[in-house]
């Protein structure tokens, strides 16, 4: 993480500490899905398909009008994507070996984000917001093990992180409960992985290194709970 990615972060964590117990506070269950190359198949480490987040947002008006306004927005969500072929694959080896043991990889996104949030209000209480601003992504791809017969794969990925953007838009349901779709575009990442094979499958045994590269967008359509122990 150079300098000014990490400046990024410490100002959105400063805003956040100021902004504590003020204004509305969201959690929000999350179904992330995919997009563009990001769910599509490829090398080592691609094909993400749907998945589950858990989420935080803090929303402050920069005034009190009653019509609504605009305001800005700090928060972080927590989510991976489950691999959209594994069971192909699953599939495939136990067609032509037997004993097949396979764990396969999930992808895990950790953004960061701050923006500027407008607020649209009806009878003065809030409607719809609309919002959008700079994210700051982790994003991380968990081993694969593979074994088979008298063969084994075992690849370790390393972390990544980046800078992207996200827009998104909130609509109420009531007092507490709200629908939310998001598009985050967290940019592209360079990968660094370690693959250790053994067996006769492999044929020449060792170690392998190498790096991938994923470009990552997610839609990711939420339910927000606002203020909901107030």
Same mark, same amino acid.
């Given at each position: ?86 069971n192909d694959r699953v ?33 003065g209480k809030d409607l ?15 081993? /694969? ?9 075992? +690849?370790?990925?390393?972390?990544? $992180?980046? %800078?992207?953007? =996200? &827009? ?31 067996? /006769?499958f492999y044929g020449a ?5 190498? +790096?991938?590269?994923?470009?990552? $967008?997610? %839609?990711?359509? =939420? &339910? ?7």
């Amino acid at each position: 993480m150079n300098n000014k990615h990490f400046s990024l972060v410490f100002i959105i964590i400063i805003i956040a500490t100021q902004a504590v117990c003020q204004v509305s506070h969201t959690v929000r269950l999350s179904y992330p899905l995919a997009q563009g190359t990001y769910s599509e198949k490829g090398p080592i480490g691609t094909h993400a398909g749907f998945g589950m987040g858990l989420g935080y947002r803090m929303t402050k008006p920069f005034n009190n009008l009653k019509g609504g306004g605009i305001g800005y927005y700090v928060g972080f969500d927590a989510s991976y994507n489950l691999d959209f072929g594994y069971n192909d694959r699953v599939e495939t080896f136990e067609e032509n070996f037997s004993n097949v043991e396979m764990s396969w990889p999930l992808y895990f996104n950790m953004p960061v984000y701050a923006g500027i949030n407008y607020t649209i209000k009806s009878n003065g209480k809030d409607l719809l917001y609309v919002r959008g601003g700079p994210v700051y992504n982790f994003f991380k791809i968990t081993n /694969s093990d593979i074994e088979f017969d008298d063969n084994s794969s075992k +690849t370790k990925f390393g972390m990544s $992180s980046g %800078l992207g953007y =996200s &827009l998104g838009t909130s609509f109420r349901i009531g007092k507490v409960l709200s629908l939310e779709v998001d598009y985050l575009a967290l940019g592209e990442y360079d990968i660094a992985y370690t693959q250790e094979n053994s067996g /006769s499958f492999y044929g020449a045994n060792g170690t392998n290194k190498g +790096t991938i590269v994923r470009e990552v $967008s997610i %839609l990711m359509i =939420s &339910l927000g709970f606002t203020n909901f122990l107030n």
